[in-house]
């Protein structure tokens, strides 16, 4: 993975948290990275160049009326004011690569001096057993500070942990030795035979981003929501909002375009129609 600056532009030793989004069903992570970036006027500060990420290119997300640049798979955005720096992935991994481009973000991470990785991703509605919708949207949450996977912060803001996490399942243990380079990933097919319903989890991108980060030493949380497919504009604010609580964001300041707080990214307007009622999130 090769990290390209843009011309003029450099990193901001302050920005030492990082939030990216792991792709997964309705793309919820990706939608609350982008309203994250357009909320807190994050700037463009360069790009990623991975061989396992497909390509693609389009107009600027996060304006009116575009000028010209271009959009590319990976792209590193900086807010000093926020101490933020954000990944936008808009591309999938090529298939079969999940854990090497998991290998590169981490060392890239390591690289440029971040502490902390927040990712935002969403998890299979079909696949929750425990409904409760009492309290409305649920965020769930994995992190490193714990065996685990538990955390106190997350817990004091009523977050639940993901129970199907457990360091010692099968699957789970293959991540964090593939991670820490203790097995070839062509040993996989040795598991295949046997894999479970239990092996849905550690399957998904966030899980392996997830032990990549940790084999570098770096504080990880993973904040997770269910959904299903379809107009996830309703889970990426929700999971937007829990990443602002965690960081320590108020998201009242931000300068809001939609009747609300948040800033709605224009390009969302081509394919869901105009800002909805944001005070209403």
Same mark, same amino acid.
């Given at each position: 993975?090769?990290?390209?600056?843009?011309?003029?532009?450099?990193?901001?030793?302050?920005?030492?948290?990082?939030?990216?989004?792991?792709?997964?069903?309705?793309?919820?992570?990706?939608?609350?990275?982008?309203?994250?970036?357009?909320?807190?006027?994050?700037?463009?500060?360069?790009?990623?160049?991975?061989?396992?990420?497909?390509?693609?290119?389009?107009?600027?997300?996060?304006?009116?009326?575009?000028?010209?640049?271009?959009?590319?798979?990976?792209?590193?955005?900086?807010?000093?004011?926020?101490?933020?720096?954000?990944?936008?992935?808009?591309?999938?991994?090529?298939?079969?690569?999940?854990?090497?481009?998991?290998?590169?973000?981490?060392?890239?991470?390591?690289?440029?001096?971040? +502490?902390?990785?927040?990712? *935002?991703?969403? $998890?299979?509605? !079909?696949?929750?057993?425990?409904? =409760?919708? @009492?309290?409305?949207?649920?965020?769930?949450?994995?992190?490193?500070?714990?065996?685990?996977?538990?955390?106190?912060?997350?817990?004091?803001?009523?977050?639940?942990?993901?129970?199907?996490?457990?360091?010692?399942? +099968?699957?789970?243990?293959? *991540?964090?030795? $593939?991670?820490? !380079?203790?097995?070839?990933?062509? =040993?996989? @097919?040795?598991?295949?035979?046997?894999?479970?319903?239990?092996?849905?989890?550690?399957?998904?991108?966030?899980?392996?981003?997830?032990?990549?980060?940790?084999?570098?030493?770096?504080?990880?949380?993973?904040?997770?929501?269910?959904?299903?497919?379809?107009?996830?504009?309703?889970?990426?604010?929700?999971?937007?909002?829990?990443?602002?609580?965690?960081?320590?964001?108020?998201?009242?300041?931000?300068?809001?375009?939609?009747?609300?707080?948040?800033?709605?990214?224009?390009?969302?307007?081509?394919?869901?129609?105009?800002?909805?009622?944001?005070?209403?999130?």
């Amino acid at each position: 993975m090769e990290f390209n600056l843009e011309e003029g532009k450099h990193l901001y030793d302050e920005c030492s948290t990082l939030i990216l989004p792991a792709l997964s069903i309705g793309n919820v992570g990706q939608l609350a990275v982008d309203v994250l970036i357009a909320s807190t006027e994050a700037e463009r500060v360069g790009y990623l160049d991975d061989p396992n990420v497909l390509p693609c290119v389009g107009n600027d997300a996060y304006i009116p009326v575009p000028q010209g640049d271009l959009a590319l798979p990976l792209e590193a955005y900086e807010s000093p004011s926020s101490a933020l720096t954000l990944i936008q992935q808009r591309s999938p991994v090529v298939k079969g690569m999940m854990v090497e481009f998991a290998k590169n973000l981490a060392d890239f991470a390591v690289a440029s001096g971040k +502490k902390h990785i927040v990712i *935002l991703s969403s $998890l299979d509605f !079909g696949r929750w057993q425990t409904v =409760d919708m @009492s309290s409305g949207l649920q965020i769930y949450y994995l992190s490193n500070t714990n065996v685990d996977g538990s955390d106190d912060k997350c817990e004091k803001l009523g977050w639940k942990k993901m129970k199907e996490y457990d360091p010692n399942q +099968k699957l789970w243990k293959y *991540l964090d030795n $593939l991670a820490e !380079g203790n097995v070839e990933q062509d =040993d996989i @097919s040795l598991l295949e035979d046997d894999l479970g319903e239990e092996d849905y989890y550690p399957s998904l991108p966030f899980a392996a981003m997830f032990s990549c980060f940790k084999a570098k030493g770096l504080k990880v949380t993973c904040l997770l929501c269910y959904c299903s497919e379809g107009d996830n504009i309703p889970d990426a604010f929700h999971l937007a909002e829990a990443a602002c609580s965690f960081v320590g964001l108020t998201p009242d300041t931000f300068k809001g375009n939609g009747g609300g707080k948040w800033v709605i990214p224009f390009s969302w307007q081509s394919v869901y129609g105009p800002p909805p009622d944001m005070s209403l999130f």
